[in-house]
T-cell receptor, first 115, second 108 residues
Framework: DAGVIQSPRHEVTEMGQEVTLRCKPI?????LFWYRQTMMRGLELLIY????????DSGMPEDRFSAKMPNASFSTLKIQPSEPRDSAVYFC?????????????FGDGTRLSIL | GQQVMQIPQYQHVQEGEDFTTYCNSS?????IQWYKQRPGGHPVFLIQ?????EVKKQKRLTFQFGEAKKNSSLHITATQTTDVGTYFC????????FGKGTTLSVSS
């Protein structure tokens, strides 16, 4: 079975550019999570969707970050404009059920570098 | 808000030594999960504990949930180089907090 699929795997871009990260959750999973991982802050939850609806976006750092889930099989995380401090590994995860207490399945992540 | 503290942040052991990491919450948890992330990889779910005082084993790994459901531990017996990685213990509640975890390194 296919796991969570993220693209691109690596992204290098100059500051000020728009960055779009993509995620396809496991089929049948109805919760989707976006995380950011850095050495300084560890693994942080950015936003959580349930049945395509954003439930908790308190972790989104600022207005430059936005996330959408237009349907059950696709989500995007967009950064516009990007800044060097946004450099991190971004993970998408999905799970069954409507709460945050179900085991999560992570994608391989997108390693983002903003120059 | 809910705080989950994990200690130690780093641990280095010689292969064959035991290793333990601890998670402590400021509030009662409905459950706690453990994940492992290999260097360069993504977090992988290991186990979920739900009941007060619960103990579960996976080969050399022993997971424990405290009686008050506010703390948990992961103990690895006779570590191997394959145990290298970062271990996380997010606890369900108002937020699923992963944080920095405990990074284990093992020298042979």
């Amino acid at each position: 079975d296919a796991g969570v699929i993220q693209s691109p795997r690596h992204e290098v871009t100059e500051m000020g550019q728009e960055v779009t990260l993509r995620c396809k959750p496991i089929s049948g999973h109805n919760s989707l999570f976006w995380y950011r991982q850095t050495m300084m802050r560890g693994l942080e939850l950015l936003i959580y969707f349930n049945n395509n609806v954003p439930i908790d976006d308190s972790g989104m750092p600022e207005d430059r970050f936005s996330a959408k889930m237009p349907n059950a099989s696709f989500s995007t995380l967009k950064i516009q404009p990007s800044e060097p401090r946004d450099s991190a590994v971004y993970f998408c995860a999905s799970s069954l059920g409507g709460s945050k207490s179900q085991p999560q399945h992570f994608g391989d992540g997108t390693r983002l570098s903003i120059l | 808000g809910q705080q989950v503290m994990q200690i130690p942040q780093y641990q280095h052991v010689q292969e064959g030594e035991d290793f333990t990491t601890y998670c402590n919450s400021s509030t009662t948890l409905s459950n706690i999960q453990w994940y492992k992330q290999r260097p360069g990889g993504h977090p992988v779910f290991l186990i979920q504990l739900v009941k007060s005082g619960e103990v579960k084993k996976q080969k050399r790994l022993t997971f424990q949930f405290g009686e008050a459901k506010k703390n948990s531990s992961l103990h690895i017996t006779a570590t191997q180089t394959t145990d290298v990685g970062t271990y996380f213990c997010p606890g369900a509640g108002t937020a699923l907090i992963f944080g920095k975890g405990t990074t284990l390194s093992v020298s042979s």
